[in-house]
């Protein structure tokens, strides 16, 4: 189908854009990369009265090093994240997560800022910067606040952003020396939206994992940190019974929808394996 | 463009050619090359991004037809299948498509090339599942793509 009709605004700077939203309030959207929005509003299961294309604000692009972050701008193309060696080096969870997000044509287009606006709960990007502990930058007319990934996902694509606010940048802590990190998923066909997912990010001590991270992405109506399987690896080597452990405490905790295709007893199965999977890398 | 509007006056290239027009805000690009600029090999299938039949080149990458706006294209260069088959720099594809029966009705063909294409500028040494992997967004119901992961595998290997 085509899209309902709508009006449509491509401010030049964050001010504009700022405006057109308080100009035209709840009947306004941000346009980022478009790879979900555009399909919405062609399956008409989104109308929109005016489309804020921020495509062409130069202040939303480029990965810039900080003393202890790295600051991705919202409008940074999956294929970007592949590419830079800032990523490379500071943040090589999300490169190795971009092979997972949809096909190459999608990549090329669609933004990290755009995932994280809308918050889908099976997406890639909302899981590894909450693994990563990164802030969000949340920007308005009358100032910026950063958000902790913590308390950025409120429910199914519900997010802290306010309707008069733009995400405009990521920052994620840059990687230690000791960090280890994994990332994976599992889907029916190769780019679809996860069943399950699970980025896991921590601080390999000598023969212990500290300060892990464990996000599920596809099981709730949000990503989620799975706090009891984390509590059990603090300070844990990965012996086969610790990962028995922490298996049991997935399968425990995950609370997953129940729906005809894929029963909530499958995706906490798929949990469980989706965590041996990743700490048997790890160990 | 800081006015909210319903018609836009945008002016890009396709194709090597600068073209300037009026477009309804509305009007995806993979409509507007079709129906406007009457460059049909573009084709339109779901339309919600998960076929591939409407990839095209956006500055230089491919990108979906039907999830971006003809006005976002505004200063782009665009390249279409026919651009492509002009500048002859798919012909070893299209060859290797045609020797190994990698299509029948045609209808997924000339993404299949712009997107095969892309892969072999970034990687000209990929694996079979390499292959099949970069292709996942673009559907064929004819084939069953082996013969398409044949027709790519041996422009690949001969190097071309």
């Known amino acids: 189908m085509k899209a309902p009709d709508f009006a449509y605004i491509r401010p030049d700077s964050l001010d504009e854009a700022f405006a057109a939203l308080a100009q035209y309030g709840d009947d306004a959207r941000i346009l980022a990369g478009g790879q979900t929005l555009m399909a919405l509003q062609n399956l008409r299961m989104a109308s929109v009265d005016v489309l804020v294309d921020i495509n062409?604000?130069?202040?939303?692009s480029g990965i810039h090093e900080e003393t202890d972050h790295i600051k991705i701008g919202a409008l940074v193309r999956y294929t970007a994240l592949e590419k830079y060696a800032l990523i490379e080096r500071h943040a090589p969870l999300l490169k190795d997560a971009v092979q997972f997000v949809a096909q190459p044509a999608i990549r090329n287009r669609g933004t990290i800022g755009g995932s994280l606006a809308l918050g889908d709960p099976a997406a890639e990007m909302p899981a590894c910067i909450l693994a990563l502990g990164a802030e969000l930058e949340l920007s308005a007319a009358d100032g910026t606040r950063r958000v902790a990934a913590d308390d950025f996902f409120l429910g199914l694509y519900e997010?802290?952003?306010?309707?008069?606010?733009i995400l405009t940048a990521i920052y994620v802590p840059k990687a230690r020396a000791t960090q280890v990190y994994a990332i994976d998923e599992i889907v029916r066909?190769?780019?679809?939206?996860?069943?399950a997912g699970l980025a896991i990010s921590g601080d390999a001590v000598g023969s212990s994992l500290k300060s892990v991270r464990m996000a599920y992405f596809g099981v709730a109506d949000r990503p989620i940190l799975a706090t009891s399987p984390m509590a059990i690896l603090e300070g844990q080597s990965l012996t086969p019974a610790v990962i028995g452990k922490v298996?049991?405490?997935?399968?425990?905790?995950?609370?997953?929808?129940?729906?005809?295709?894929?029963?909530a007893a499958y995706r906490r199965h798929l949990g469980g394996v989706l965590a041996t999977r990743l700490l048997e890398k790890l160990s | 463009m800081t006015e909210a509007m319903k018609t836009a006056q945008i002016a890009f290239t396709v194709n090597g050619e600068a073209v300037e027009a009026?477009?309804?805000?509305?009007?995806n690009l993979v409509d507007f090359l079709r129906n406007d600029l009457e460059l049909t090999g573009s084709h339109v299938g779901c339309e919600h991004g998960v076929c591939g039949a409407c990839t095209v080149l956006v500055d230089g990458?491919?990108?979906?037809?039907?999830?971006?706006?003809?006005?976002q294209a505004d200063g782009c260069e665009i390249e279409t299948i026919e651009g492509a088959d002009e500048s002859g720099r798919i012909a070893a594809l299209q060859t290797a498509f045609h020797r190994r029966n990698a299509l029948q009705c045609g209808f997924c063909t000339p993404a299949m090339l712009l997107t095969a294409a892309a892969l072999l500028e970034q990687n000209g040494t990929p694996t079979r599942d390499e292959v099949r992997d970069y292709l996942s967004g673009n559907f064929c119901r004819c084939t069953g793509y082996q013969a398409i992961v044949d027709a790519v595998m041996d422009v690949a290997e001969a190097g071309v």
């Open chain 1, 56 to 60: 062409r604000i130069p202040d939303l």
């Open chain 1, 159 to 165: 997010t802290a952003l306010r309707p008069d606010e």
């Open chain 1, 189 to 195: 066909r190769r780019g679809d939206f996860a069943l």
């Open chain 1, 247 to 263: 298996r049991e405490a997935v399968t425990g905790e995950l609370d997953p929808p129940d729906d005809p295709a894929t029963p």
């Open chain 2, 22 to 27: 009026s477009v309804p805000v509305r009007r």
């Open chain 2, 61 to 71: 990458a491919i990108m979906r037809g039907c999830l971006m706006l003809a006005v």
